[in-house]
């Protein structure tokens, strides 16, 4: 369930892994932003890693950062 309605949805690829499950990813357009995962996903994204393709969704307010969603629905 997203937090905004509005909130936008896209692929991104993960570039580095940093501290408290939260991930620096690229996006296809080239912007780089800070993602996170949410609190009860996290034990199923212990798996992820740099390289990896996730989906993101983004605020419309911030677009520095977002949350990683649909963790098994992208793989590589």
Do not use: C, W
């Not at 692929?11 to 780089?32: D, S, T």
């Not at 890693?49 to 950062?65: M, T, Y």
């Amino acid at each position: 369930m997203s937090r905004y309605k509005d909130a936008f949805k896209v692929e991104g690829v993960i570039i580095a892994a940093l501290p408290r499950m939260r991930f620096r990813v690229e996006l296809p357009n080239g912007h780089r932003l800070l993602a996170h995962v949410p609190r009860r996903q996290q034990i199923e994204a212990e798996g992820l890693a740099v390289g990896q393709r996730v989906a993101i969704e983004i605020s419309p307010f911030d677009l520095s950062k977002g949350s990683i969603t649909d963790l098994e629905k992208v793989k590589t």
